[in-house]
């Protein structure tokens, strides 16, 4: 009895949470998601390591080739349910029922519908083996509905504590499971078989720790009564889908698995610091923006202090991959991945800054201007997915250069998104200036460093370690030379975090 009280009181408090000591959960929320990104990159780092050397680069072709399909379950299969639970001042249960059948009824639609598509998905790729990995991993779009409600509800509480757990134990099984099935000889299934397994630990999981149990309720009027924004939700969705996996059709289609699974590796990599570091983060402003949207001071300083952290966090990391792109991957990878290291120089030095911009994301969300962002969204898309296709000609490293030579219009994305609270272009400035001036010095000087090292340490890893060290001190000494207002932003969090702690 006691257990159901206490979970019943979890659900409804996300009725109405309160905004006191919003501050200090908002630290407590980036603390548990900067420890998820760092568990994360560990695990994805630590897997990808073993698994490189037991599967070949067709293999992880293949599934790139799949998941250009079933990548829509993760980028807008919810069609903004989640967000919608989130955004709200308040909310019923009723509503969060509805919102909860609507997902998995989505959810259920989307797998037929890429079920029914994996036996065409051969002919699109030129390569029959795409469909009978479709007609399993189909699955990840139920299994992905399962979360979305008891997920919002745990972030609409800041409740990260709870999804760092969740997010720790679904990294761990899916790693887990991937790697045996790779040592037992399952090949390409075993990428299958992490995926599906993660998936259906996380669902469980946090309906589970949400205490989240569904009634058979449905509202028609409040479903209809958020289907414009149920809309733009999908509509950018839709976008962001195509912005993520376009590049990956081209290569596919026109170059081959082989060629694929070097590229799709390495654009991997890079995104952990835009998919992995950055869009996580979104996760605690969205709810922390939304809940200061009327206190415009208070959630412009929100804005700048967490734009600048993030900016000092995520460019740097960009910018360092790039740096370092000859040295790390032959030792994560191994020799047979040599041919991707062009193509992760060139995809690297774009990542930071795009992770940057993506602070933009919750501006937008916090605000309500979800037709705005569509727009420009769409725009950025079409001359985004213009640039790949005329790359494409030059192979893989041609979309690579599409990727960076299309950077600026992320910037313009913020730039705009900063405009919605009276705040300029000095002000996005003062975010991605320095850490970009900062990384780009860096970059110049491990390139200056590394002929010097390679007569001198011939250990790999011992010269890697050198690099990385060497760089991260141009980086800081850079940026309090520049700007000290970065690192008093990034004390007063570590203070922040101490009292927490206390």
Not at 35 to 42: K, P, V
Request: net charge positive.
């Amino acid at each position: 009895m006691a257990r159901t009280a206490r979970r019943l009181t979890l659900v409804r408090r996300a009725f109405r949470p309160s905004s006191a000591d919003l501050g200090r959960r908002v630290v407590d929320g980036a603390a548990f998601t900067f420890l998820g990104i760092a568990f994360r990159i560990a695990v994805t780092l630590g897997s990808m390591a073993i698994l490189a050397r037991l599967l070949t680069p067709a293999d992880f072709g293949h599934i790139a080739m799949a998941t250009v399909i079933t990548e829509l379950a993760a980028l807008f299969a919810n069609f903004g349910f989640g967000s919608i639970l989130i955004q709200r001042p308040r909310i019923a249960r009723i509503q969060i029922d509805t919102m909860f059948w609507a997902a998995c009824a989505l959810g259920a639609l989307l797998t037929a519908a890429v079920f029914l598509l994996s036996f065409q998905a051969g002919a699109l790729f030129n390569d029959p083996q795409v469909g009978e990995l479709l007609r399993v991993l189909c699955l990840s779009f139920l299994l992905e509905e399962l979360s979305v409600v008891p997920r919002s509800l745990l972030a609409r509480l800041l409740m990260f504590r709870m999804d760092f757990a969740v997010q720790a134990l679904m990294l761990l099984c899916r790693a887990g499971v991937a790697v045996l099935m790779a040592l037992t000889g399952w090949g390409v299934w075993s990428l299958v078989g992490g995926a599906l397994a993660g998936l259906l630990v996380q669902s469980l999981a946090y309906l589970l720790l949400a205490g989240y149990c569904p009634r058979l309720r449905f509202s028609r009027a409040f479903l209809a009564s958020t289907w414009r924004v149920n809309s733009g939700y999908f509509g950018n969705g839709i976008l962001f889908y195509v912005n993520a996996n376009f590049d990956l059709f081209l290569v596919g289609r026109l170059l081959g698995a082989v060629s694929l699974g070097y590229y799709q590796n390495a654009r991997s990599l890079t995104d952990e610091v835009r998919t992995r570091m950055a869009i996580p983060l979104q996760r605690v402003l969205f709810p922390a923006f939304s809940a200061v949207q009327d206190d415009l001071p208070r959630f412009q300083a929100g804005i700048l202090r967490s734009g600048r952290l993030l900016a000092l966090a995520v460019i740097p990391v960009g910018f360092g991959i790039a740096a370092v792109a000859e040295e790390l991957v032959p030792i994560l990878y191994g020799p047979q991945w040599l041919a991707m290291i062009p193509i992760l120089q060139i995809i690297a030095a774009s990542s930071g800054i795009r992770a940057a911009t993506t602070i933009g994301t919750p501006i937008y969300n916090a605000t309500n201007r979800l037709g705005l962002a569509f727009r420009l969204y769409l725009l950025s898309t079409l001359i985004f997915t213009g640039s790949l296709y005329l790359g494409s000609h030059w192979g893989g490293t041609g979309v690579a250069w599409a990727v960076l030579a299309t950077t600026p219009v992320s910037v313009v994305f913020l730039r705009v998104a900063l405009g919605l609270v009276r705040l300029d272009t000095r002000a996005e400035w003062r975010m991605l200036g320095v850490p970009t001036l900062a990384a780009l010095l860096m970059l110049l000087a491990i390139g200056v460093v590394r002929p010097l090292l390679a007569g001198v340490v011939d250990a790999p890893l011992f010269r890697l370690a050198l690099l990385v060290l060497f760089g991260v001190a141009v980086y800081v000494s850079a940026v309090l030379i520049m700007a000290r207002s970065y690192l008093d932003d990034l004390r007063a969090l570590l203070r922040n975090i101490g009292r927490r702690r206390g």
